[in-house]
């Protein structure tokens, strides 16, 4: 099977790549780059209206009269379906392709990495994790002990600072859980909400997200990012 049209009609998120404020240009680099195609990105589903004496018979994922199909249009039928128009004998016949259940974790993953090493040169010097791709996606800058949520409008925008707010907004939002009076040590899990003595919460939380903030990776991090 060899999916037309552009390959950015067949990515889900070419859209909010774009509102992140990557260009058309740079997508395709990164999906070039990453060696990933239309194929990757949607599987065959079925064929409609088809005539009988045109029946397509699947051989190695490939119609075997592939060549007689005239392109007439490349469309969208809800829920990130795909949808391919095309004449056989003056027949109109219309295609189906549903997205890869791989495009929202491995691909998007894959494509947002290289779309961020070709923009940043020195982000291949950090260790990261990365997942989906989001409007408001945060990355995970992967310490020796801990971790740093990084909000890729930080990099995009050259503003470091959002770094610190984002991780202090996350601080605040489980400390408010925690309960100062709680004198009872239960300490496992430390995560739970309002699990744990007051004592051991307030350990976790700062370990969680106070002390990587002191890290020296994240200061190399902010210098690169006031230099892009």
């Not at 990164?30 to 088809?50: R, V, W």
């Amino acid at each position: 099977m060899t999916l037309k049209g552009n390959i950015l009609d067949w990515l889900k998120s070419t859209e909010t790549l774009e509102e992140i404020g990557f260009t058309k240009k740079e997508i395709i680099k990164s999906l070039k780059d990453c060696k990933i195609s239309k194929d990757d990105l949607y599987s065959f589903e079925h064929y409609q209206n088809e005539p009988k004496h045109l029946k397509i018979y699947q051989e190695h994922g490939k119609p075997f009269h592939e060549e007689f199909k005239t392109l007439v249009n490349v469309g969208s039928c809800g829920s990130g379906c795909r949808t391919e128009q095309y004449k056989i004998e003056s027949v109109l016949v219309q295609s189906y392709y549903v997205p890869s259940n791989l495009q929202e974790s491995i691909y998007e993953s894959k494509i947002i990495r290289k779309l961020l090493e070709n923009r940043f040169k020195w982000f291949k010097s950090f260790k990261w994790e990365i997942f989906g791709i989001e409007k408001d996606m945060e990355i995970y800058l992967k310490l020796t002990h801990g971790t740093i949520y990084v909000p890729v409008k930080a990099l995009m925008k050259s503003e470091p600072k959002l770094i610190k707010d984002h991780m202090f907004s996350y601080w605040d939002q489980f400390r408010n859980q925690r309960d100062p009076d709680m004198k009872k040590c239960n300490h496992l899990p430390h995560q739970q909400f309002n699990g744990g003595c007051g004592k051991c919460q307030w350990k976790f939380f700062e370990s969680e997200y106070i002390k990587p903030m002191k890290s020296r990776i994240l200061k190399r991090l902010v210098n690169n990012i006031l230099q892009s």
